[in-house]
């Protein structure tokens, strides 16, 4: 193990044999290969580090995992789908070579396996792969890497690799006992530099025969990691807020639409939530069965149609049995609750009780950190959808006929429909608007949570919270009301527990109905006034 550590730091600091010398290598290194011994498979790794042989990662990653043959003066490698190849030149073989077996390992062969790998992926010509190899070394704090890495970092010219190089060493150096004083307290000052839970946990692990000057430092820096780590903790969850706040956003702005302006206490908006998730489904399966290349727009496809499928619905509800119960609101109440069974169990029978797969985009796919902050991409598009959805509703509200109408009758629906105005057909619109918005949040909501026929039931406690919260009828407060409720969750899920945290919030809207019954920001009118 410790001739062939020192092999790979001379590697890493002088130039590299002549071509001749490495043909030389290379063949007894493939000639010990065929030997089936395990002393000579050893040796055939530090040769073929040793003569940088281009083939060698590919070799010893093979040889790792049992794909490396060895027989008749031939070795080949074995890829993951079957094929041969000939490992001195990496060239398809058109037949297998007679008496081919596995070249045998043991834990001694795997020790140096991981060694010479570890050595390659520092080596790497791809910065990444050298980053990550350097991460991989930072995990393991393996001793015997360490003349491998003080290499690298002597020839590293890149600085997020060099600095990933710092790190592994440091890591390394913390847990050697017998290392300098002075490069141990430098490792200190590395880690926490780089502050994040790794490095804490790896300043912890100092051994108790330390240093008092080493302790110190120890101590100053893990303070000063878990105030940095609590302050990004809690940025987090205010991020964790504002991602669930546009989602409760969604969820509930259809709802304050028709509850504002017809006063209509609707069970069934969280199914018109489900029909818009379960649009998308469809679009996607027929995108995946016939047209495969288009799957990155098939969630643009599916907005309008989730828009259509859901407001028709809504509209069909109103007109044929919100419109004969209003001025009822416990009839309105359970007639939507059993509308809303009714489209969940036509759902379950349509399509299985079981979650349904909706896949991302790859514009939504991954995620990337900013400081101590991880953000996903589909939560920061469904932000960013979330405000263009309010962004509209806002224009429509204001700057159209129908917008007028619906303010008029939600102020003063008598004196609206004196003026002309068809009350009627604006419910109706109103429904069908306040529903397709919903569509629009189940197309959003497929992104982040199973699309199943109990898949409105998660959102339509917490819609009726926001908009009661906000006030009723009031986009503004709709919007302050999600926002306040999502961070405010998010802020005391780690105090109190999801459930108890809901259990307070749900308190804390009780009360403050009592003291202002119309909300955050009361609509003003003589009908509401009244």
């Known amino acids: 193990m410790t001739r062939l550590l020192r092999m790979i730091a001379l590697i890493l600091a002088v130039a590299l044999s002549a071509g001749a010398a490495r043909a030389q290598s290379a063949d007894e290194a493939f000639t010990r290969l065929g030997a089936d011994s395990f002393s000579d498979t050893n040796r055939a790794i530090e040769l073929l580090i040793a003569g940088a042989h281009p083939q060698a990662a590919v070799i010893i990653e093979a040889l790792a995992e049992g794909r490396l043959l060895a027989g008749g003066g031939a070795v080949v490698v074995k890829t993951k789908d079957g094929k041969l190849l000939d490992a001195r030149t990496g060239a398809a073989l058109a037949s297998e070579p007679p008496g081919l077996n596995p070249v045998r390992l043991n834990n001694g062969v795997r020790r140096n396996i991981q060694a010479a790998l570890g050595g390659l992926g520092l080596l790497n010509p791809d910065t990444a792969k050298r980053i990550a190899a350097a991460e991989a070394v930072f995990k393991s704090r393996d001793v015997s890497l360490l003349p491998v890495i003080e290499t690298a970092i002597s020839r590293e010219t890149d600085t997020r690799a060099k600095a990933a190089l710092r790190q592994a060493q440091a890591a390394i150096l913390i847990a050697k006992t017998d290392a300098p004083p002075f490069d141990r307290l430098a490792a200190v000052d590395v880690l926490r530099e780089r502050g994040d839970q790794d490095a804490l946990a790896t300043l912890r692990s100092l051994p108790g025969d330390a240093s008092p000057a080493l302790k110190d430092a120890q101590a100053r820096a893990v303070a000063d990691i878990e105030g940095k780590l609590a302050l990004w903790r809690t940025v987090q969850n205010l991020w964790y807020g504002l991602s669930l706040g546009s989602v409760l956003l969604l969820a509930a702005i259809g709802l304050a639409i028709t509850f504002g302006v017809m006063g209509v206490i609707n069970m069934a908006h969280g199914e018109m939530v489900m029909l818009g998730a379960y649009t998308t489904f469809i679009v996607q399966e027929v995108i995946r069965a016939r047209f495969p290349g288009l799957f990155d727009y098939s969630l643009a496809i599916a907005l309008p149609l989730a828009f259509l499928v859901a407001g028709l619905v809504g509209i069909a509800i109103e007109r044929g049995v919100i419109r004969f119960l209003y001025g009822r609101p416990l009839e309105t109440l359970l007639a939507t609750w059993g509308i809303s069974l ?184 003589r009908a509401v006034e009244a």
Request: no cysteine; aromatic share 8%.
């Open 342 to 525: 009714i489209l969940q169990q036509a759902v379950r029978t349509a399509f299985g009780p079981t979650n349904r797969e909706v896949g991302a985009p790859n514009f939504m796919s991954g995620a990337f950190e900013l400081g101590g902050l991880a953000i996903t991409w589909n939560r920061l598009w469904i932000i960013v959808f979330a405000a263009l959805v309010f962004a509209a509703l806002l224009a429509i509200l204001k700057l159209t006929p129908i917008g007028l109408q619906m303010r008029a009758v939600t102020q003063n629906r008598r004196m609206a429909s004196a003026m002309g105005i068809r009350t009627g057909r604006v419910d109706a619109l109103t429904f069908g608007l306040g529903s397709g918005v919903a569509g629009l949040a189940g197309v959003a909501l497929s992104q982040i949570d199973n699309v199943s026929p109990n898949l409105g039931q998660s959102y339509i406690i917490d819609s009726f919270m926001v908009v009661v919260f906000g006030g009723v009828g009031n986009l503004w407060g709709t919007l302050v009301g999600a926002l306040t409720l999502g961070i405010a969750n998010k802020l005391l899920e780690p105090y109190a527990g999801a459930v108890l945290g809901k259990i307070a919030l749900l308190v804390f809207i009780i009360l403050f109905i009592q003291k202002r019954p119309r909300g955050l920001f009361a609509l003003k009118g």
